[in-house]
């Protein structure tokens, strides 16, 4: 039913689309499920698009066109052109729940309006999140509510003829404003949202105003369903599109202009002489395209592998909400206990795993941060970070020779926060470890530099070195040179490094491997 | 519907095909209700759909009949099939008369209902003869 299936074959492989499923036949075998690819493709495709919006997007859906037209009747042909226009563009350009939100608040007629609230509840949850729109109170921050509150709310909306309410008595008490507030709600597959608009003030609004608010809630809501699949599956999409580009099939991304945004590593190989056979439409004009199976070694490539890689963005997901919970209340009977301990052993011991409970939970952050485009503000010493990262890896380092150098002398205070710079640090040594297994004499050594504006660290082994193949893509996810590898430690070790504003690099050494992790210093 | 497939499976089938179908044609709906339009070519969309929702139900419902379903849901679905027959026909006849405001009501009122109803009324019950077959 629905948009049925739409296929795209380069026999034996098949490709095809089911709402947000995106489907990889091989012959009679599906090889490949990503139940996040679909649709989402394209947005996260628009996400990628180097050039700033254009806000010039054609108003391609003849119900968008009405839309528009209706909204930009109510405020005059002047209004149409200078507000309501941009603002529509402006919704076709974003993937931010929080901008698109900003924007309708934004519009001349609401900025009065001193507060907008989304509340979003996806279906099974306990809770339904809360964003706010623009600097007024609650917003920025988001939060959420009981789905209890959320129903009261959504249903009284929904039922509601103007969706007027005001927050006296004690119904609407738990809301974080007080006043007139108008409602709109929004019922999609998998979620429901309710949006709610106040002045902060218990006047009650004029029927033109409660019609505006309307008007543009709706127009919002045309982009709703597509800007909360983007808000709340931004990793695990981050994750198809890496194993889309490692795919070994000849697969591209191309945008409405017929610009490639994402290739598979076999489409660039053979791009030169090869066309897609077959195009599949993904919406929003994207179309993925599928080309001749490649001969050859990659044609062997571990599809299932690749496919359990892909889930391990679920995986980072699934672990951050349900571990967050048990690690803050480790750490608080942690504290409490250290408080009523009856001597300096057992204080050391909590404080310890009060210490480690932290560090769980930084890492849990940065886990879900990573593929986010914030910078990771911070200063640390790169001499305790190279300290604390070979006490982590102590483990790994039993029977290998460690030959620090450096890391005596005052603080060397680098740009880059403690908890990544110590990460990527454990990563290096961590890697060096495990090539050393079962070498002769196996050494690491791990030395601090600086000159006037940067400082860096260099592990060196004397293992076997990088195979030639695994050099050239040494900092692409999924490139190992481990039997068990994953191929991820050293891209999100880079990725983190230039979140703090530096680099990783190897150092192609004539004996054993070698990394330099180059930081900036801060001045004094 | 004439098929090999295990009661069970079949079952299983008809409550997902329908649960996506219906789900499929509350978004569109909600869409247009949101953006204040049940005359474009969206709003004939929908109408094409649900005649394909109405010919996937009468199949659901002769396999239903073999005695898989209860009585009761069998009731249920064709008291609601009758009811979406109906809005059908209006909005057939809305389309060709032009009547704006006879399709928007159809669509945000009628339909919307109807379709809300399969959801709470029979879906759950289609689960349950699936997980007892």
Redesign the interface.
């Known amino acids: 039913m629905g948009e049925g299936f739409t296929l795209a074959a380069a026999a034996p492989w098949r490709l095809e689309l089911s709402g947000d499923i995106l489907r990889l036949h091989h012959g009679p075998r599906l090889e490949l499920q990503l139940p996040w690819a679909g649709r989402n493709l394209a947005l996260m495709a628009q996400a990628m698009r180097p050039e700033p919006p254009s806000f010039s997007a054609p108003l391609t859906s003849p119900m968008l066109r009405e839309a528009t037209v209706a909204a930009a009747e109510l405020f005059g042909e002047g209004a149409a052109a200078s507000e309501v226009r941009p603002f529509v563009d402006q919704l076709a350009n974003t993937i931010s729940l929080k901008n698109a939100l900003d924007a309708l608040f934004r519009l001349r007629w609401f900025q009065h309006h001193s507060l907008g609230l989304l509340y979003v509840h996806q279906k099974g949850e306990a809770r339904a999140w809360q964003i706010g729109a623009g600097e007024g109170p609650g917003a920025g921050a988001t939060h959420t509510i009981d789905v209890e509150r959320f129903n009261q709310l959504h249903t009284a909306a929904k039922k509601s003829k103007t969706g007027q309410f005001s927050t006296q008595g004690p119904r609407w008490s738990w809301l974080p404003f007080g006043g007139a507030f108008l409602a709109e709600t929004y019922g999609f597959r998998g979620f429901s949202a309710v949006l709610l608009a106040s002045r902060q003030e218990f006047l009650p609004f004029s029927p033109d105003e409660v019609e505006r608010f309307h008007r543009f809630a709706g127009l919002l809501g045309l982009w709703l369903e597509d800007l909360i699949a983007v808000e709340f599956s931004d990793l695990r999409l981050a994750e198809v599109m890496l194993l889309l580009v490692r795919h070994p099939l000849p697969l591209v991304l191309r945008d409405p202009d017929g610009q490639t945004v994402l290739a598979s590593d076999a489409f660039t190989l053979a791009e030169a002489s090869t066309e897609p056979l077959s195009w599949l439409p993904l919406g929003r004009g994207y179309a993925l395209g599928i080309g001749e199976e490649p001969s050859g070694e990659s044609a062997g490539i571990d599809v299932i592998h690749r496919h359990k890689i892909a889930l391990l963005g679920d995986l980072f997901n699934t672990l951050g909400h349900e571990l967050s919970n048990p690690l803050f209340g480790l750490g608080l009977a942690a504290e409490i206990l250290i408080g009523a301990a009856p001597d300096v052993e057992a204080r050391t011991i909590l404080s310890e795993i009060r210490k480690n409970v932290q560090r769980c939970q930084s890492i849990l952050q940065n886990l879900t941060r990573l593929y986010t485009d914030q910078a990771q503000e911070g200063t640390c010493d790169l001499r305790h970070c190279v300290r604390e990262a070979m006490t982590l890896a102590k483990s790994e380092l039993k029977g290998v020779r460690t030959w620090p150098t450096g890391l005596n002398g005052e603080a060397l205070t680098v740009e880059g926060r403690p908890v990544l710079v110590v990460q990527i640090l454990f990563n290096l040594i961590v890697n060096s470890a495990q090539a050393l297994h079962g070498r002769p004499a196996p050494r690491i050594d791990v030395s601090v530099h600086e000159d006037e504006g940067q400082a860096w660290v260099v592990v060196a082994d004397n293992g076997p070195g990088l195979p030639p193949h695994v050099r050239q893509n040494l900092f692409r996810p999924f490139t190992t040179s481990k039997a068990r590898g994953h191929g991820l430690g050293l891209a999100l070790s880079q990725n983190l490094a230039v979140k703090a504003g530096g680099d990783l690099e190897s150092m192609d050494p004539p004996e054993g491997a070698s990394f330099r992790l180059r930081l900036k210093k801060v001045r004094a | 519907m004439e098929t090999a497939l295990p009661a069970k499976e079949m079952t299983t089938l008809i409550h997902t ?1 329908l649960q ?2 219906l ?2 044609l ?2 569109r709906l ?8 049940t ?5 004939e969309d929908v109408i094409t ?1 649900t005649h ?2 109405v010919v ?1 139900l009468k199949h659901a419902g002769d396999y239903l009949r073999r005695g898989l379903a209860s009585e009761q849901l069998r009731e249920e679905m064709v008291r609601l099939k009758l009811h979406l027959l109906s809005v059908l026909r209006g909005l057939s006849e809305a389309v060709r008369a032009g009547d704006a405001l006879a399709m928007h009501d159809l669509l945000t009122e009628e339909l919307r209902d109807n379709l809300s109803l399969w959801k709470i009324q029979v879906l759950p019950r289609l689960r349950s003869v699936s997980r007892s077959n």
């Open positions: 095909t996506e179908a789900d499929d509350s978004g909600e869409k247009l209700r949101l953006a204040g339009a005359t474009t070519p969206e709003a759909e394909r929702l996937f």
